[in-house]
């Protein structure tokens, strides 16, 4: 798993068969707008692994997450848990 991050944009990547791609619309926000697993590397749990990362770093960096991609949306869904992450734009 890697990570990395400029000032506008992210992305997390499972080796080269996963990628979690998001924007950086302000300091504390992460707009995650992109997940995406090569068909070759489908069914492994790496979506879902990027997703773990993810709302960890978001945890960690008090980052808030506007869930732009379905997938994302999907996962918060099924993730109550992870709801505080939620941007609601009262930040």
């Given at each position: ?29 992460m ?37 732009s ?23």
């Open positions: 798993m890697s990570h990395h991050e400029s000032r506008r944009k992210g992305v997390f990547r499972i080796g080269n068969g996963a990628e979690m791609s998001y924007l950086r619309p302000s300091e504390q926000v707009d995650v707008n992109h997940t995406l697993v090569d068909e070759a590397h489908r069914g492994m749990g790496l979506a879902h692994k990027l997703y773990q990362a993810m709302t960890e770093f978001a945890r960690e960096n008090q980052r808030k997450v506007i869930p991609c379905p997938f994302v949306e999907a996962m918060f869904e099924q993730n109550p848990q992870d709801s505080e992450l939620l941007e609601t734009g009262s930040s």
